[in-house]
């Protein structure tokens, strides 16, 4: 029986989507719920898996092709045998024979071969895990991140800016590489940002000694009574910018046309980078939440985008934000707004520098921290005042705990 393959029905701040690799070919034996296509939007990659065992029958929509909510992307014979495994066993097996020939005698899907294409790759030195030996898009992708490591030591103990950079040749090589959707959309949203909002960022600094302490303190005991959830930082800047988040709720609330909205809720977004872009998931009712389960969080959302796993309901929403660029070294930053959102909280490098403690010279470890605000929504003294709170509550954590 031929059933229709339709592409998911898209939230609706997700317009369309376009076909990233087909995971089968019409012909291939297909059982339940496995993975056929993979269709990325500006914001995730959606998954379509087989609704029963069968065979992929036709392709209507190839990849890279656009496609709308709900649209049949291809169709699918539930119940069908696969007569295309039988017939590629013979190549599998000469494939198998020849593993240093040329490129070109490698089963790989059409993504696959693009994307070794751009980065000079050798597909007969990628491990293939598709089936009957098919070199998937993944693998590719696994190979390259896995490449640097391969390295020698002295390459490794070097700083790589762009450590999977293409290698030019030539006196004035240039390379020209498509936008993915992800990207595309996180630069026009940053220069929506930037031009349709009065954005204003300001300073301060904050003493991590008494939280270091605090961690050092307690750290052992937190990951043994959380079943090995470590103590970090973020979760007490997520709970001290949830505080605070209270006691100024203009830097909660957001612009929505001629109105302000203002939020009863403290739905915070922690900044995650990937391959693909920096995403940006939310720790709903983030004032409710305990340190563990913050923590927790955020490590399960660092492994989903990793593994382009995050749903749009994941990334969807949130009244704040914080970002982090301190984990990539940075020492101070201007982040940009993520509306409709009226700021962004950016955390920075700890870094030891000499202070004045009561007339004496002190090494402690300081954090540059950098509040952006849209002026529209948020007077300067609110905004200043507000980081100020975050100060306060970081360098005496138990300001947090009595609510004081």
């Known amino acids: 029986m031929s059933t229709e393959i339709k592409a998911p029905t898209f939230p609706e701040s997700v317009a369309d989507g376009t076909i990233a690799t087909w995971h089968k070919q019409p012909g291939e034996q297909v059982s339940r719920d496995e993975l056929i296509v993979d269709i990325e939007t500006d914001k995730v990659v959606l998954e379509v898996v087989a609704p029963q065992d069968g065979v992929v029958s036709e392709i209507i929509k190839a990849e890279g092709d656009i496609v709308l909510s709900g649209e049949v992307i291809g169709k699918f014979d539930a119940g069908a045998k696969g007569s295309a495994s039988e017939s590629k066993e013979e190549p599998k097996a000469e494939e198998s024979k020849t593993e240093e020939s040329s490129s070109a005698e490698v089963v790989m899907s059409p ?48 700083p790589s800016a762009e450590p999977s950079s293409p290698q030019f040749v030539g006196e004035r090589p240039e390379k020209r590489v498509p936008m993915t959707r992800l990207r595309s959309s996180i630069a026009r949203r940053l220069l929506d940002a930037s031009q349709n909002t009065a954005m204003l960022t300001t300073f301060n600094e904050v003493n991590m000694q008494p939280l270091m302490n605090l961690r050092k303190q ?48 403290q739905d915070i977004g922690v900044a995650v980078s990937s391959e693909k872009g920096l995403v940006v998931p939310i720790l709903r009712d983030a004032d409710a939440m305990s340190l ?26 949130g009244t704040f934000t914080i970002s982090n660029g301190g984990v990539f070294g940075s020492l101070m930053s201007t982040p940009i707004l993520n509306p409709p959102q ?13 202070m004045a403690v ?22 300067g003294k609110e905004a200043v005042q507000f980081l100020v709170t975050i100060k306060e509550l970081i360098e005496d954590p138990a300001r947090i705990l009595l609510d004081i």
């Open 358 to 379: 009561n007339g004496e010279v002190v090494i402690l470890p300081m954090m540059y921290l950098a509040l952006s605000y849209d002026h529209r929504m948020i007077d």
């Open 111 to 158: 993504a696959a071969r693009k994307l070794a294409d751009e980065n000079d790759v050798d597909p007969s030195q990628v491990p293939a895990t598709g089936k009957d030996g098919r070199l998937t898009k993944e693998d590719i992708v696994n190979y390259l991140s896995d490449r640097p490591s391969a390295s020698s030591s002295s390459a490794a103990a070097k």
């Open 342 to 354: 009226t700021a962004i909280l950016g955390m920075h490098k700890i870094q030891e520098r000499p």
């Open 218 to 265: 307690y750290k052992e005991l937190f990951e043994k009574t959380h079943n090995g959830t470590k103590l970090g930082f973020m979760s007490l800047f997520v709970k001290a910018s949830a505080e605070a988040l209270k006691r100024f709720p203009a830097v909660n609330a957001s612009i929505d046309g001629d109105e302000i909205v203002y939020h009863g809720y």
């Open 292 to 317: 563990a389960k913050i923590e927790s969080s955020i490590r399960e959302f660092g492994g989903k985008a990793r593994d382009g796993k995050l749903t749009i309901e994941e990334m969807t929403g």
